[in-house]
């Protein structure tokens, strides 16, 4: 037994002192990122945490799905899925958890974060202030363990905020703002005339579920009445059976702190949560909703909006809008401008207003840059972006996106004794975006630099698809909305295409040939030929000459304009770089197929053309003449690792029974290993919670490989992939003049394909 006496004086709680490399406050998905790419990178990280788990709003606390660029798929940003670390983690979770159980997302973060041995996690540990070496470094934080009575004291060269509210930032002393800028500061045309205070509000969630037998409910004396419910103007938007995030919309706070009464804006939304769920069970509005019961309510508000840093660049609305391109481009973003009415569930607006760009747009280095505290990072939502560009660069995959890249910043600056500004110098800053795009980051346009090793190789495969055809085993697919396939032009002149219709009666359809504006984007609004396609009754097989079009090297859209009374055959096949698009509908993220700018907003007009989600979606049925040739082994070394321009991928052809690339030397080279670069499917929102998946594999992704010398001696294979990059390691360097990659084909209607090879 321990016994102590009483004290005359105050006892101290246990005080641990920690030095490390690299110092994270904050372990949602933008601080979780950045710990993990830091450590893996060989930064040693102390990663502080005030909540139980990881993730943030994307935790099962609060269990928000987490996008990014992709925005449901609801835009126009193809293939935009936010490369690297983040997108390992969600294709970890695809595997694991496609149906979206917060709890298990909260244990495969958790997973990758202890995996790392580098990383020391402190849990329920609160940051509360720091302690500065001078007027513009912090030398250490200091942070409470509620559970384990610690106080910490961690020092380090480097720090990054990832807390969402700023803590370390504020402490520090560095510049922030609240509120809104008026539109004449940074010539934003969305923004007030005159700067205000307004902010986005908390939003906290609850789930039902379905009991098999009659649940009775009575709610608690704090809530609302069902008639306060009704009198809220979003009540109109309650559904019985709508559960989780379905309720984005149910948010206040935005007029108050969003710091400070935090606390009291929880108790509002408790009030109102608790009353809609007896005004769903109660009020005899809602059909079938007997057997229900409330299975879970939030405890913690998902927090949108509080302060934003001042770094050494501030993103605005302009820069999304125009896409504007920086010499020191480190992460990127697609989310709509997406601003909430501030008085939230009360305000009769609309819940929200979002205004998308016609592409991704970059988000420079210097916005992660506290312009004020020299050795500190900026990190997720709190990043330095004005109210209005924060619309879109708040969102959580955006936010581990510049995590990750934080950590890659942070491991560089330590190798090379530099401070976070040093790597703004171009020859750095080139190095750092090279490091980031090595491990799949997903920098558009800045292509991965290649090893004097791989240049020497000659490359051969066994075949490389060229694209004559989408086989017609498909079903007919109505035309009551225009649809386009995607294709990957290569500059001359456009092919023919021969399609198979079927129509109700005699009518007229227009097809047309369509292209971006901007060659990298994949919003058609350039129209290159249009023709007119009388249909008679019945099927017919219909071939369109646009042979007198020149293109470019950019993708193109051979689009059906609406007719519900055509139908077009189309394809079981799934190509690599290719896909079918929708001028349809998705008010999750305000399409309404097109974009309606308010006057004078500095928003452009444009149509949206979106993919169905799988098992929907499929390619048309086409004959094209002559063939697209824009897969072939050239593409496995020119650096880019998602369709950009172009496919940029090898892609097999069908017909071979047995894929294979051969990569040869003149002379022996000794070889650590090999990195190869798959096809997920950087088009598909892996939303992380309440969305139901089709599958756990992405179905372009090559599975099973393997890895020999000339010889047949095997020194990897896999019949298990799932993944986007895999580094092979040999157990121990070969020295050879040929190395051999078998693979299988995904399926029979999806051939093998691989982004890129780099060999170690």
């Known amino acids: 037994m321990y016994q102590e006496k009483v004290s005359k004086n105050t006892r101290t709680n246990r005080q641990v002192t920690l030095n490390t490399d690299f110092v994270v406050v904050g372990g949602g998905l933008a601080g979780a990122c950045a710990a993990i790419s830091a450590a893996r990178s060989g930064a040693k990280v102390v990663l502080v945490q005030d909540r139980p788990v990881l993730g943030g709003n994307a935790s099962s606390e609060v269990r928000l799905w987490a996008l990014g660029a992709t925005s449901h798929m609801g835009n126009n940003n193809r293939w935009s899925r936010e490369g690297g670390l983040i997108d390992e983690i969600m294709l970890e979770n695809l595997r694991a958890n496609k149906d979206g159980n917060p709890l298990i997302f909260d244990a495969i973060l958790l997973d990758k974060v202890v995996s790392e041995e580098n990383i020391?996690?402190?849990?329920?540990?609160?940051?509360?202030?720091?302690?500065?070496?001078?007027?513009?470094?912090?030398?250490?934080?200091?942070?409470?363990c509620s559970q384990n009575s610690t106080h910490y004291s961690i020092s380090a060269p480097i720090f990054s905020d990832c807390s969402g509210d700023g803590i370390i930032a504020f402490n520090a002393g560095a510049a922030f703002r609240i509120g809104s800028e008026g539109k004449d500061e940074f010539n934003e045309l969305l923004a007030p005339d005159q700067a205000n205070a307004d902010l986005l509000g908390h939003s906290l969630f609850f789930y039902s579920k379905d009991a098999g037998t009659p649940v009775e409910y009575k709610a608690p004396s704090f809530a609302y009445s069902q008639e306060e419910i009704a009198a809220i103007p979003r009540s109109k938007n309650i559904g019985g059976k709508d559960s989780g995030c379905k309720f984005w919309w149910l948010e206040f706070g935005g007029i108050l702190d969003t710091i400070h009464e935090t606390e009291e804006i929880k108790w509002e939304l408790w009030k109102i949560v608790y009353g809609i769920w007896d005004y769903i069970k109660n009020s005899g509005k809602f059909e079938d909703v007997e057997n229900l019961t409330l299975e879970w309510v939030g405890t913690v508000p998902g927090k949108r909006e509080s302060r934003r840093f001042e770094g050494e660049y501030m993103i605005t609305q302009n820069d999304i809008v125009e896409q504007t391109q920086f010499d020191d481009a480190f992460s990127f973003g697609g989310w709509a401008i997406d601003i909430h009415p501030a008085e939230g569930v009360y305000s009769q607006k609309p819940p929200c207003s979002q205004y998308h760009s016609k592409g991704v747009y970059q988000i420079p280095y210097r916005c992660f840059l506290s312009r004020d505290i020299h050795n500190l990072y900026l990190g997720g939502r709190i990043i330095s972006a004005t109210h209005m560009a924060f619309g879109s660069t708040r969102v959580m995959i955006t936010c581990a996106h510049g995590g990750q890249a934080i950590g890659e910043a942070a491991a560089m600056c330590g190798e090379l004794n530099q401070t976070p500004k040093a790597l703004l110098a171009p020859e750095l800053m080139t190095q750092l975006q090279n490091r980031l795009n090595a491990k799949g980051h997903g920098l558009?346009?800045?292509?991965?630099?290649?090893?004097?090793?791989?240049?020497?190789?000659?490359?051969?495969?066994?075949?490389?698809?060229?694209?004559?055809?989408?086989?017609?085993?498909?079903?007919?697919?109505?035309?009551?909305?225009?649809?386009?396939?995607?294709?990957?032009?290569?500059?001359?002149?456009?092919?023919?295409?021969?399609?198979?219709?079927?129509?109700?009666?005699?009518?007229?359809?227009?097809?047309?040939?369509?292209?971006s504006s901007k060659a990298e984007n994949y919003t058609p609004d350039v129209i290159c030929k249009t023709l007119t396609l009388e249909l008679k009754a019945g099927e017919q097989t219909v071939t369109l000459d646009f042979s007198n079009?020149?293109?470019?090297?950019?993708?193109?859209?051979?689009?059906?304009?609406?007719?519900?009374?055509?139908?077009?055959?189309?394809?079981?096949?799934?190509?690599?770089?290719?896909?079918?698009?929708?001028?349809?509908?998705?008010?999750?993220?305000?399409?309404?197929?097109?974009?309606?700018?308010?006057?004078?907003?500095?928003?452009?007009?444009?149509?949206?053309?979106?993919?169905?989600?799988?098992?929907?979606?499929?390619?048309?049925?086409?004959?094209?003449?002559?063939?697209?040739?824009?897969?072939?082994?050239?593409?496995?070394?020119?650096?880019?690792?998602?369709?950009?321009?172009?496919?940029?991928?090898?892609?097999?052809?069908?017909?071979?029974?047995?894929?294979?690339?051969?990569?040869?030397?003149?002379?022996?080279?000794?070889?650590?290993?090999?990195?190869?670069?798959?096809?997920?499917?950087?088009?598909?929102?892996?939303?992380?919670?309440?969305?139901?998946?089709?599958?756990?594999?992405?179905?372009?992704?090559?599975?099973?490989?393997?890895?020999?010398?000339?010889?047949?001696?095997?020194?990897?294979?896999?019949?298990?992939?799932?993944?986007?990059?895999?580094?092979?390691?040999?157990?121990?360097p070969v020295s050879t003049d040929k190395l051999v990659i078998e693979l299988s084909h995904p399926s029979q209607n999806v051939p093998a394909s691989v982004f890129e090879i780099e060999v170690l």
């Open 549 to 732: 079009i020149k293109l470019a090297d950019q993708y193109g859209f051979l689009t059906f304009l609406a007719n519900d009374k055509a139908q077009i055959k189309t394809s079981n096949q799934l190509v690599t770089g290719t896909m079918s698009v929708f001028n349809k509908v998705h008010k999750a993220v305000s399409n309404n197929g097109k974009q309606i700018a308010p006057e004078n907003s500095g928003v452009e007009e444009f149509e949206f053309w979106t993919p169905e989600r799988r098992p929907k979606g499929q390619n048309l049925a086409m004959q094209i003449s002559p063939g697209l040739n824009g897969f072939d082994v050239a593409n496995l070394t020119n650096g880019h690792l998602r369709p950009w321009l172009k496919s940029n991928a090898w892609v097999a052809d069908l017909s071979d029974k047995a894929p294979k690339l051969t990569l040869s030397w003149s002379e022996k080279q000794t070889l650590k290993g090999v990195k190869l670069h798959f096809d997920t499917d950087s088009d598909h929102a892996l939303e992380t919670v309440l969305m139901v998946h089709p599958e756990k594999r992405i179905p372009y992704c090559v599975a099973n490989y393997k890895i020999t010398l000339d010889d047949g001696t095997v020194l990897f294979s896999t019949s298990d992939n799932y993944q986007s990059i895999n580094v092979i390691e040999f157990d121990q």
């Open 120 to 144: 020391t996690l402190l849990l329920n540990t609160a940051a509360y202030s720091v302690s500065k070496i001078d007027d513009n470094n912090i030398e250490s934080v200091h942070a409470f």
């Open 444 to 515: 558009a346009g800045i292509p991965l630099a290649k090893s004097s090793c791989l240049l020497a190789a000659d490359i051969k495969a066994s075949s490389s698809l060229l694209l004559q055809e989408y086989t017609g085993e498909g079903d007919w697919l109505s035309l009551a909305q225009s649809v386009a396939q995607l294709l990957p032009f290569s500059a001359g002149f456009a092919p023919n295409f021969t399609v198979q219709l079927q129509a109700e009666q005699d009518t007229t359809i227009s097809c047309e040939l369509r292209v």
